[in-house]
């Protein structure tokens, strides 16, 4: 397992780790597709491998981790020193074979959105350990609605720095941590699907103590219905988006 110290083998799975991958298309024909994977990171050979996997003209894709300490070493530090990795090219194969699935599957379901954008400052869940004033607890969202299916939205990217280590360095359950509750909240508030997007959470954003003092699975839930209470809270406005010429 990644994320805390070498030799952390797991014993079973908390929750399913997961891919969720949003692809917007221009008019002009242009596409991105954005990958988020509950992952402690994803190499950049690794994302040009599924660049190559994914032949589809005019399409750029981006690959964000959700930097989960309950996941597997995907880049190879974590095994048993010295000189040994606890990277499995078996499993990271599997991991871009998925990621490439999502993508076509996105092109197949695209449809006409409308893009607005709202943040919110989250107050009580998150800390900087070794420097307290030095952290970023705005939450950002991106929310896309259908033209088609009017206040249904066919996704939303919610952006928040925050190490995903509720669980803590003793854990040797694989899970998302408090990411995958967060999303499942969201989900289930707006009907959608959600892609969480870390953000600037450096050495050392974590949760707040009161979440690490108590380990219990039970804490990932409970974190990630306070988180989408912020995301609910927040008030979307629309984008104002300015054709291509």
Same mark, same amino acid.
């Given at each position: 397992?990644?994320?805390?110290?070498?030799?952390?083998?797991?014993?079973?799975?908390?929750?399913?780790?997961?891919?969720?991958?949003?692809?917007?298309?221009?008019?002009?024909?242009?596409?991105?597709? &954005?990958?988020? $994977?509950?992952?402690?990171?994803? /190499?950049?050979?690794?994302?040009?491998?599924?660049?190559?996997?994914?032949?589809?003209?005019?399409?750029?894709?981006?690959?964000?981790?959700?930097?989960?300490?309950?996941?597997?070493?995907?880049?190879?530090? +974590?095994?048993?020193?010295? &000189?040994?990795?606890?990277?499995?090219?078996?499993?990271?194969?599997?991991?871009?074979?998925?990621?490439?699935?999502?993508?076509?599957?996105?092109?197949?379901?695209?449809?006409?959105? %409308?893009?607005?954008?709202?943040?919110?400052?989250?107050?009580?869940?998150?800390?900087?350990?070794?420097?307290?004033?030095?952290?970023?607890?705005? /939450?950002?969202? /991106?929310?896309?609605?259908?033209?088609?299916?009017?206040?249904?939205?066919?996704?939303?990217?919610?952006?928040?720095?925050?190490?995903?280590?509720?669980?803590?360095?003793?854990?040797? &359950?694989?899970?998302?941590?408090?990411?995958?509750?967060?999303?499942?909240?969201?989900?289930?508030?707006?009907?959608?699907?959600?892609?969480?997007?870390?953000?600037?959470?450096?050495?050392?954003?974590?949760?707040?103590?009161? +979440?690490?003092?108590?380990?219990?699975?039970?804490?990932? %839930?409970? +974190?990630?219905?306070?988180?989408?209470?912020?995301?609910?809270? $927040?008030?979307?406005?629309?984008?104002?988006?300015?054709?291509?010429?």
């Amino acid at each position: 397992m990644a994320g805390f110290d070498p030799r952390r083998v797991s014993v079973g799975i908390q929750r399913d780790l997961e891919v969720r991958t949003l692809v917007l298309a221009a008019p002009s024909g242009e596409m991105y597709a &954005f990958v988020t $994977a509950d992952l402690i990171g994803f /190499l950049h050979e690794d994302v040009v491998r599924l660049r190559e996997r994914v032949r589809v003209s005019h399409l750029e894709i981006f690959v964000m981790s959700s930097h989960t300490h309950a996941g597997p070493d995907m880049i190879g530090i +974590w095994g048993y020193p010295p &000189f040994v990795s606890g990277r499995s090219e078996k499993y990271v194969n599997g991991v871009i074979d998925q990621m490439a699935g999502t993508v076509i599957l996105a092109i197949d379901r695209l449809e006409v959105v %409308d893009i607005s954008a709202s943040s919110i400052i989250v107050t009580d869940l998150s800390q900087n350990g070794r420097e307290p004033d030095f952290i970023d607890k705005e /939450l950002s969202l /991106l929310f896309f609605e259908s033209i088609s299916r009017p206040g249904k939205f066919a996704g939303i990217i919610a952006n928040f720095g925050c190490h995903p280590e509720v669980m803590g360095s003793k854990n040797k &359950f694989i899970s998302p941590d408090f990411v995958g509750a967060s999303r499942s909240s969201i989900d289930k508030a707006f009907g959608t699907t959600t892609l969480f997007v870390n953000g600037a959470l450096g050495g050392m954003v974590t949760p707040g103590s009161e +979440w690490k003092t108590v380990q219990k699975f039970e804490n990932l %839930d409970h +974190w990630g219905e306070q988180f989408s209470g912020y995301a609910v809270r $927040a008030e979307p406005k629309k984008l104002a988006l300015i054709p291509r010429r």
